[in-house]
């Protein structure tokens, strides 16, 4: 924890920019459009100011990789080269493992399996290592893909795998392999060279396998993926995505093209911000994924009819989501695999400069060429003009125009016009949809608050560690906080950021035991189990020379405290009031701190008040007397309190 630096471990998954003393990008976490996920590297922490998602480098990997709190520390131990020693888990551990947990581990043995088969086994030897030397790949290039061979027996892979310990059930579940009507387990890929898909966090997800060429004559289907598994969603994943995610961030541009091969060659030539979408439309998930990272994409791919196809394709989807497009048509007779082995990275790169075009004249120049009947260049223009109108930003879009005008023929004012229309229709479309999806939150909210509230919260198979959210941030919980619980959330962030400071009471005393003495006085805890360990904590340790309440509470070996005293020491970053004198500070913590004190009184009266007038509302003739008089009782007592912060009811 201590050698994790968060700007390193948040830079594998978004591009950042310095901001002041922080950074900033867009969030990983939901659909970003504006940057407003900032990462503090003096704190060692970041946080989503939209959606209240971040956390210390160990509860990002945690929530990013959907990853346990032990797998979140050793997924840092490798990247930072650290060992990690470990028992042998018991039989009983083995059993309590999560199903994805047991997929990952089966997906990397089957990888070491087909690796192990290409070098070490006769046909592994014979038939799928000349087919990579026959691509021209490097041995160094083959390992760094962890590519495979899968052998013709189709049953080898399974009796292999049982043998081993592994059970069938998750040889089906990861899409390895399949059942036939007669019960037998077979190797989905047998006969194929392997590319496995690395996922963005470094593990196995799935595998892709290809016929060899000698046996690809009349075959319908060359390329075999996996299913769909828990683990592996088509929609959600990029091939290279794992080794390419460091490049893309420091070259602030992506190379996406069509197939494994590509991706292989363009790595072994040099150029390593590459990834492919394995022939089919873009998706928004990862359209989001390659945004968090670059705002730049050059689509790259041959020259034939499924090439400029596959360029057109998701093509709008990154306009609409504020992509700055280039494309690169290859040469004729070359596709980025035949290409990168013909150059050199540097050369390679030149020839992309020189030749890549924006996305809007390349898509003119297709749509409009030899294009003579009147009613199919109007439709071509309006199809044009529709990926005009999905640029964002007004002085990007009017150059647009301007481009418009002169390939089109056309006059300014007819293209602004129609360009207008279909901004108009976007966001009547927009419009409409958002009102589905208020409509099904506003459905989901109230089947929310009628299920029982201890429901506990599971994701991922895990329990999610309990986050503290202040009064004054946006909670991504589904349940708002209610009024005592954002005045006990202000109360623990002052004891986090503010525990250790002496306040001038008589006898002096610091803030963290000032509020324990308050509570304790009235016998009174706080509603969340976490803010009573820490106000404990905090009581404890305040006096210890040398304690700092947030350096404490960060570093913290509980990660459910560490995790929610960071929310809190985020948010007060942006709350904290400008430097002032020592004496000043601890007398405007005390107002503030006896503030609350009252609010927190008079907040819990409210409450009971509530509670006591429903009660008096439903009590029988021979219970109204006593209902009345706890009523009063409690109203009393609310205006006494009501009077102290200047309030009456």
Known sequence: MDAADIVDVVSDFVSLKKAGANYKGLCPFHNDRTPSFIVSRAKNYCKCFSCGKGGSPVGFIMEHEQLSYPEALKYLARKYNIEVQEREMTDEEKKAQTLRESLFIVNEWVADYYADQLHNSVDGASIGMPYF??????????????????????????????????????????????????????????????????????????????????????????YVNSPETDIYKKDSELYGIFLAKKAIAKENNVYMVEGYTDVISMHQCGIENVVANSGTALSKKQIAILHRLTPNITLLYDGDEAGIHAAMRGTDMLLSDGMNIKVLILPDGDDPD?????????????????????????????????????????????????????????????????????????????????????????????????????????????????????????????????IATSATSQTSQNKKLTKLQEI???????????????????????????????????????????????????????????????????????????SAAMQFIMDNENMAPTEMEEEKKNSLLLQNINHLFIEHRLQMISDQLAEAKAQLANASPAEMLDAMKRYKELKNIHNQIAALVGRSR
């Open 488 to 562: 006990e959330s202000s109360i623990v962030r002052l004891v986090v950021c503010n525990g250790e400071s002496l306040l001038p009471t008589d006898p002096p005393a610091t803030l963290a035991e000032i509020v324990a003495a308050s509570f304790a006085e009235d016998d009174l805890e706080f509603s969340n189990p976490i803010f009573n360990q820490i106000l404990m904590k905090a009581a404890e340790q305040s006096r210890t020379d040398g304690f700092v309440a947030e350096q404490y509470f960060s570093k913290h070996e509980d990660f459910s405290i560490s």
């Open 338 to 466: 035949s290409f990168a082995k013909k150059h050199s990275a540097e050369e390679f790169r030149e020839y992309v400069e020189k030749h890549q075009t924006d996305f809007i004249d390349f898509k003119c120049s297709i749509m409009l060429n030899n294009v003579t009947d009147p009613i199919k260049r109007a439709e071509a223009i309006d199809n044009v003009l529709q990926s005009v109108a999905l640029i964002k930003d007004q002085i990007k879009r009017s150059m647009y125009v301007t481009l418009c005008v002169n390939k089109l023929g056309l006059k300014e004012e007819v293209i602004i016009r129609r360009v207008n229309k279909f901004i108009h229709d976007n966001i009547e479309q927009r419009r409409k949809q958002e009102e589905r999806e208020k409509e099904l939150e506003k459905m989901e909210q109230e089947r929310y608050s009628a299920a029982p509230d201890n429901a506990e919260n599971v994701s991922g198979g895990r329990v999610s560690p309990p």
């Open 133 to 222: 030397r026959s691509r021209g790949f490097r041995d160094d290039i083959i390992e760094k893909f962890k590519l495979g061979f899968a052998p013709s027996d189709r049953k080898l892979l399974a009796k292999t795998a049982k043998g081993k310990g592994y059970k069938e059930e998750y040889l089906e579940k990861t899409g390895t392999c399949y059942k036939t009507d007669r019960g037998e387990l077979i190797d989905r890929f047998a006969g194929r060279v392997i590319f496995p898909w690395i996922g963005q966090s470094g593990k196995i997800i799935g595998f892709g396998g290809r016929l060899l060429d000698s046996r690809t004559k009349g075959v319908s289907q060359k």
